[in-house]
């Protein structure tokens, strides 16, 4: 028999609308075992708020309660999205394969026709810039990708789009939430699976997907590669072979314990090329196999990771704001026009601004997102959008996806280091190239993982509260908080400017928890010697590190 002599009233009563509210028996049942087994603060925790949906939607862990990803918050959430787009909307929808995903993406498709609207459901787990794709291909009024992208296992998401093929902004977000609580105040009427208002799309979505990847490439003259390919236990390994047999390249060498979707993914303590220990696998197959080159989605494909041989006989994993300026570089020199835009983020490398002035074209900064990245080409009709990237390892290459997108990144990678060794050259070679042409620019993405989301906000309370006279022996001589808005749009974040051009940015992470600090030092080589350069900017990330971490009252060691 449940126990509620030890609940509060307002939460008992919470607790008893959920229920009657909620389709799910299996989250029915968990919230009566919490109850009976007592557990007054895991509920009071659940029934804390709701979600917060914001411009990256909605991502949280599995679980009942408003606090957590369910199908009653997914249907709340499509409703007032659906309602949001209005009467008779087309909303195109895809999931990948993490727990109960398909079940969501279900529930979405069911409440879209409720509302009176269309729904177009992906053909299966498909990579989200195959969503991002066809909400334009499919001239669609909106679009839903479920997914939490490179999250603990435990997490599912929920991310929109609207029928420009751009996740949402500003003040989207904002009405859409307001659409959502007004939907979570009356009953939801959810259609038939066998509706004829649902439509379930075939393999010609991927097929036009395909058509645009293989659109991306630029030059045929390229030395053939042998190639790793991990899809970290996600949904990429399918899109992305067929994507190289479209564009002509000889299959990789998959690598086979992470080939499967698998949502818990077993191999990986988090599913992101980023994390130490991630490219293990991927990297022992380069050794037995002799590879070129290692290429890395994250479980939705939205993300490219790459390492590459060293001279040594080693490997190295490439940096974001590496992967992105390579893939700048490749696309600057083969295409033409001054009305070509570059665009990055204000946490990104620096270098992608000098090679676009060297190069006489565009060149935007915008906050950190893909929402923000592709506006500038949406919003300035004298631009075309080329190549855009944030340092997290997402990159886009063609204007018909509106999103970072790790598969047409790897194909365009692959032809790049394909090029470059038909004239005899590596990436590495060419990132000297480009340190000798624009100066050096060594960065360094330092994330602080958190247990209590409160010491976030205390250390970006105490980067805002005193600003560091020095750091790694130079002066800080400018201080940028966003919060303050400017030519951007307020956001969270702090950037302190060294007298030696060096620059360190502060900020909340948008959907996991922990802090992300960026460091950036700039060597001009003047002396023509870039691994001297390079041991230099070296012994200065370090510096600035563990000074960063003394001034904020962190533990430099607890990172990524």
Known sequence: MEDRGRLPDDLTAAIDAWMAADPDPETRDELAALVAGGEVAELADRFSGTLEFGTAGLRGALGAGPMRMNRLLVQRAAAGFVDYLGQGATVVVGFDARHKSARFAEDTARVVAGAGGRALVLPGPLPTPVLAFAVLHLGADGGVMVTASHNPPADNGYKVYLGDGAQIVPPHDRVISEHIAAASRRDIPIASAASSSIERLGDEVVDAYLDVVAGCRLTEDCDPLSVVYTAMHGV???????????????????????????????????????????????????????????IANDPDADRLGVAVPTPDGGWRALTGNEIGVLLADHILRHTEGDDRLVVTTIVSSRLLERMADAAGVRFVATLTGFKWIVRPGLEDPRARFVFGYEEALGYSVTSSVRDKDGITAAVTFVELAGALSRRGATVLDRLDELALEHGLHATETWSIRVEDLAEIGRIMAAARGSTPPALAGHAVTGVHDYAEGGALMP??????????????????????????????????????????????AAAQLGALRTDLGAHLDVDAGRTI
């Open 236 to 294: 990429g390994r399918d899109v992305l072979l067929a994507a190289f047999d479209r564009c002509g390249f000889a299959a990789p060498h998959v690598v086979a314990p992470q080939a499967e979707p698998d949502p818990d993914f077993p191999t990986v303590v988090f599913p992101n090329p980023e994390e130490p220990g991630a490219l293990d696998l991927a990297l022992a197959e380069a050794e037995r196999v002799g590879a070129d080159l290692v």
């Open 491 to 536: 956001t969270d974040a702090v950037e302190w400017q060294l007298d030696d051009g060096s620059r360190v940015v502060l900020r909340p992470s948008g959907t996991e928890p922990k802090a992300k600090v960026y460091l950036e030092v700039v060597d001009d080589v003047a002396d023509g010697d870039v691994v001297a350069a390079r041991q230099r």
